[in-house]
């Protein structure tokens, strides 16, 4: 049995007999009370079967008080004063050699104490338990250790998330060279040929020809070039390959007439003796920056003003026109017939302006000519009819410059033949005008005329000449406004004809109330006052409602 539960019995036996207030006294009589135990230790032994019966009663009767100080008893043991008394207790060597091994024991479970908490703890602790348990307990004094981790916390915040810790990538499986896998390297050939090097020096002093020597000797040579190395597995080896297959391919002169930089873009147009380079250089800048130029702008401020101006002088000529004709009287045939004559008329009159092409051209003879197309849509009053173009074909041969040309015309008429109507023939007639109409007119044209010269005049002033316009003068407008409304009227007056007519609803007045009708007069006068001087009110209005002047009213 050990030694501290012997001693635990013996103060529990001696506090059972003891009253009370000798339980202070024994506990502090302990070193006293072990050296006698220690002294009758071998006595003990002899009767050391019926002690164990007591033993076992007093541990079932053991209570709260004898427990705790068993306790103290062990712990006392751990002490400095508990080694001394053992030491001078002069009992045989095991029991001493125990209760040493017993000090040491304790010694060495205080020295470590965070550590057997820990290892005392249950497996249901939580991390911040075991961290307590394990931490050191507070002298009073940071340590270095801790201070300097405390600052770093403070300076570095931990990251959010758990770092990735990095993990090298081996070789590729397969490094793909540009060569067909079914031939084999030149690499390879060589290495195969390293087996058969020993037979260089038989070969040496064989019976060979020349050629053959030679070709032996460019094969032996061929197996110390970089191309016969073996191919590396490694990323690293690759690099230095290409590297040093590139330094040759420089030394060779490979790369010395390789385009460097970006590719120029060339324009030829800028140095061409034909254009003007300030002014290609002004239109290309503004190319590109998307700008208009001024002269631009007021050019489509003229010739929106310009076909405005024509198109509201063809509507209201077409329209003035065909209530005059139709204002004659007549049928509607009739009124049509009067129209077409009117077109006729107007195209014998006042033709409209033919366009003309000029083509330049080369014969077989090498003989140039120059030939002018006009042609022109005759557009008769009846459509019906037949449709007829008419082409004139002028060429000029020129052969020498100190002949005189010869000048050769030819007109064709073309028509193709069309169902005829059984239309009347139309009747001499003189273009349709109205005087009346280009006199109430005239001051409303001459003012839009007059503006459209201004905003000519200043767009003529910011474009250059090629692309200058001449002014606009009233009498040529009206006679193209003339020629080209005359063969629209036929047409115009038979719209005009089935076209339903506007119904005007006349709405008549109708009494109201009772008062209306009481209080209507039928002549009322109206008296008319000074009333600067007189001033008027419900006074002057009852006088004259019911004066003498109001009655007679």
Excluded at 56 to 71: F, H, I, N, P, V
Excluded at 448 to 454: G, K, P, Q
């Amino acid at each position: 049995m050990p030694t501290a539960t012997r001693l635990s019995r013996s103060i529990h036996k001696s506090c059972q007999k003891a009253p009370l207030p000798s339980i202070l006294y024994s506990s502090l009589q302990l070193h006293s009370t072990s050296q006698r135990h220690f002294t009758t230790s071998h006595v003990r032994r002899d009767n050391e079967a019926p002690a164990r019966k007591d033993d076992d009663q007093a541990e079932k009767e053991q209570g709260a008080m004898s427990r705790r100080l068993s306790q103290m008893s062990e712990d006392s043991l751990s002490g400095s004063g508990a080694k001394k008394a053992v030491e001078e207790a002069g009992f045989d060597e095991n029991l001493k050699k125990q209760l040493e091994e017993r000090i040491a024991a304790a010694n060495f479970r205080n020295d470590y104490a965070s550590a057997f908490a820990t290892v005392d703890l249950p497996s249901s602790a939580g991390r911040g338990t075991r961290d307590i348990a394990a931490a050191q307990p507070w002298s009073g004094q940071e340590s270095i250790g801790d201070a300097s981790l405390r600052m770093l916390n403070d300076a570095h915040k931990p990251l959010r998330g758990t770092p990735k810790i990095p993990v090298p990538r081996g070789p590729p499986l397969k490094i793909d060279t540009g060569r067909p896998s079914r031939k084999p390297s030149s690499g390879a050939r060589l290495a195969n040929a390293r087996d058969r090097t020993s037979k260089y020096a038989e070969l040496k002093d064989a019976d060979l020809s020349e050629k053959e020597k030679a070709e032996y000797k460019a094969q032996m040579k061929a197996r110390f070039q970089p191309s016969a190395r073996a191919i590396p597995d490694t990323i690293a080896g690759l690099a230095n390959l290409a590297n040093q297959r590139i330094e040759d391919a420089i030394a060779r002169g490979q790369f010395k007439n390789l385009p460097r930089g970006k590719k120029l873009e060339r324009d030829y147009n800028a140095s061409s003796p034909f254009l003007d380079t300030t002014e290609y250089f002004m239109n290309k800048i503004i190319k590109k920056q998307e700008i208009v130029p001024p002269w631009i702008e007021k050019q489509q401020e003229v010739v929106s003003t310009a076909t405005r101006f024509r198109s509201q002088l063809r509507y209201a000529w077409k329209r003035h026109a065909c209530r005059m004709i139709a204002s004659a009287g007549g049928s509607v045939e009739a009124q049509i017939q009067r129209a077409r004559e009117y077109a006729a008329a107007e195209a014998r009159e006042n033709p409209i302006k033919r366009k003309e092409d000029k083509l330049n051209a080369v014969d077989d003879d090498g003989h140039g000519s120059q030939i002018t197309l006009a042609g022109q849509l005759k557009a008769t009053p009846d459509s019906f009819i037949s449709t007829e173009n008419h082409i004139e074909v002028k060429e000029t041969s020129i052969d020498d410059p100190a002949v005189p040309t010869d000048i050769t015309e030819v007109t064709i008429d073309q028509s193709s033949p069309q169902p005829t109507s059984s239309t009347p023939p139309l009747a001499f007639r003189q273009p349709f005008r109205d005087p009346n109409w280009e006199s109430i007119e005239r001051s409303y044209h001459e003012l839009t005329i007059a503006n459209l010269n201004s905003l000519t005049r200043s767009y003529n002033l910011m474009a250059p000449r090629l692309a200058q316009k001449p002014y606009f003068n009233l009498q040529r407008e009206l006679n193209a406004c003339f020629a080209e409304v005359a063969p629209l009227l036929p047409e115009e007056i038979r719209e005009r004809s089935i076209r339903p007519h506007v119904k005007v609803e006349v709405i008549t007045h109708k009494e109201g109330s009772v008062l209306e009708k009481t209080f209507r007069l039928q002549k009322t006068r109206v008296f008319d006052e000074d009333l600067e001087v007189k001033g008027y009110g419900f006074r002057q209005f009852w006088k004259d409602l019911w004066g003498k002047e109001g009655r007679r009213a």
